[in-house]
């Protein structure tokens, strides 16, 4: 069976009086431009982000005659293409009479772990070096999921980690501004090491499908993007809908401290292709979309060669769409994921319905972060009790941290659900930075909140941390130190949501807003805070707003003495 193609009326352009057609009028060097870019790509509605990604590489920046060009090619509104256009933060439209930006972007992160690490004075020292220099412009970014390697600058699209000026400098004069692909695990060397046999199992029906799910299930298996949704039922609830259903898998890993499955695809992307694979055939999914952010470009590459292998190795598998983000951390929450996969805004859907009744192209949609289908082959070959009886703290399975700020061993970590950031730290982490003492710690990147060292024996697992008022999320934890301020660190994860906000509901898009403001001055307005925190929590669409305030409220509940008077003197 073919695969669902969403079928998009065409706008009519409609004749102004006098005969003239109304707007701006594409000129036809754009248009031919336009149409030399796109070759015989589909100009389908759901491509636009696409399309608008290959002008952007070819010329550097999105000019409002190619935006009108490439609505009349789509036949689109451009009412419709800049509204998208404008919505993402790696989309650069010029206006008429404004000047082009530099050829070459040298980004700087300045979110959690890179702002403990010296971010801001990298950029600083990084301006001042490239003051004089035409070509190239220095810009403070968000979080570009590389937290282990901070302080990290971008140049181009070459990542560099623990970044000095001076390097960066130099690799930008001797042109290496291309990311460098990772050394991964190619699909023959997978093969040979029985990958593809449990999909080929459930394919020939010596696995049942019934079988696979209740073996996840019973594993105690549940999403590993955040939510923490038990995997086996969410395939039950999928499977159940009437078909054609889909499938989407979240790579758009934005929240600071997360760089999980970054580290996962730069090694073993065939074992997350199989995850996924079984995954759809047991929920009958004809087609997958997979969204990876647009930072990890190497990545995309990677991936698009493994994905080609497979499809020229193997048959009958379904459509299979990589599509790229364009920088919106918002589109992590899966309504948005899915309106950014059908080339709009990645504003969040209000529910019901949910995505698995009615998701991608209004079909019931199964949604999964990449290490939730990481684990999938592990556990059908050694069974639901192998990771179940991981755990520590009469917790069960195991947790990739992404462990990142003031530890001497920042990386990825696989240990047992319910460790306690102190055993984290002292090992797996290789202990605390010399001269720095435990102070605090976010459990789960900038939403999960952030708890003080006498926290810091919580187990660390999906429903242990609410009563802290926390959460693990994607298991994101970022330690800092006696050196640091949780006032300031608070602060830094509110400008992170500010910045990130989709601006759709007034809670959120005025809640953040006001927030840095409040908490920009000297002394706080503490009961203001809270006040403006519950009607963010109560009121906002999404968990982007609902969950903003917590490292506001923990930094006033957990970290009072920072708002003394002594502290203030």
């Not at 074992?271 to 470009?297: K, N, S």
Request: glycine share 10%; aromatic share 6%.
């Amino acid at each position: 069976m073919k695969a669902v193609i969403p079928i998009h009326s065409e706008a009519s352009r409609r004749p102004a009086k006098g005969g003239g057609l109304r707007g701006r009028q594409a000129s036809p060097a754009a248009i031919e431009a336009v149409r030399v870019l796109l070759g015989d790509l589909p100009r389908r509605r759901d491509l636009l982000i696409e399309h608008l990604h290959r002008i952007q590489d070819a010329q550097g920046h999105l000019s409002v005659d190619m935006l009108a060009a490439l609505a009349e090619e789509m036949k689109l509104s451009q009412a419709e293409v800049h509204e998208v256009a404008s919505f993402y933060h790696h989309f650069d439209i010029v206006y008429e009479g404004e000047q082009a930006p530099a050829p070459l972007t040298l980004r700087v992160c300045n979110s959690l772990s890179c702002a403990m690490a010296g971010g801001a004075g990298l950029s600083r020292e990084l301006r001042a070096l490239l003051a004089e220099q035409s070509g190239v412009r220095v810009i403070d970014v968000p979080c570009v999921g590389r937290c282990e390697q901070a302080p990290v600058a971008v140049i181009g699209q070459r990542p560099l980690g623990h970044a000095t000026a001076s390097e960066a400098v130099k690799l930008l004069q001797q042109g290496q501004v291309q990311d460098i692909r990772p050394t991964h695990q190619p699909l023959a060397d997978y093969l040979a090491q029985g990958g593809y046999r449990v999909l080929d199992e459930l394919l020939s029906g010596t696995r049942s499908i019934d079988a696979t799910i209740h073996t996840l299930s019973e594993s105690g298996l549940r999403g590993l993007g955040g939510a923490g949704f038990p995997l086996g039922r969410k395939w039950s609830i999928v499977r159940a809908q009437s078909a054609p259903r889909l499938m989407a898998v979240n790579i758009d890993e934005g929240e600071p401290g997360t760089f999980k499955d970054r580290y996962y695809l730069e090694r073993e992307p065939q074992l997350f292709l199989e995850g996924m694979l079984i995954a759809a055939h047991c929920v009958g999914a004809e087609a997958v979309y997979i969204y990876l952010r647009d930072e990890y470009h190497a990545l995309r590459q990677v991936l698009s060669e493994e994905i080609a292998a497979l499809q020229a190795a193997r048959s009958g598998l379904p459509v299979i769409e990589l599509r790229r983000g364009a920088g919106a951390y918002i589109c992590g929450e899966e309504s948005a994921m899915i309106e950014s996969i059908e080339g709009k805004r990645g504003w969040p859907r209000q529910r019901p319905p949910y995505v698995a009744e009615r998701g991608l192209f209004g079909r019931p949609t199964l949604q999964h972060n990449i290490e939730s289908l990481h684990w999938v082959r592990h556990i059908l070959e050694r069974g639901s009790d192998w990771f179940a009886n991981q755990g520590r703290n009469g917790r069960k399975g195991l947790r990739s941290f992404s462990l990142s700020g003031r530890v001497n061993k920042p990386g990825v970590y696989l240990a047992p659900a319910g460790i306690t950031a102190v055993e984290l730290i002292d090992e797996y982490g290789g202990g605390m930075l010399p001269g720095h003492r435990l102070y605090g710690y976010f459990p789960g990147g900038a939403s999960g909140g952030m708890l003080p060292a006498s926290q810091a024996n919580a187990p660390l697992d999906f429903d242990t941390l609410q009563v802290h008022e926390c959460f693990i999320g994607s298991a994101a934890v970022i330690v800092f130190s006696d050196q640091d301020s949780a006032r300031a660190l608070a602060l830094n994860a509110m400008e992170f949501f500010e910045h990130e906000s989709c601006g759709q509901c007034v809670p959120c898009r005025e809640g953040t807003q006001r927030a840095v403001e409040l908490m920009r001055q000297p002394v706080w307005d503490q009961p203001l805070l809270e006040d403006l925190a519950s009607v963010m929590a109560d009121a906002s669409i999404c968990g982007l707003g609902q969950a903003a305030p917590n490292p506001l409220r923990c930094a006033m509940r957990y970290f009072p003495h920072e708002f003394s008077a002594e502290a203030r003197a």
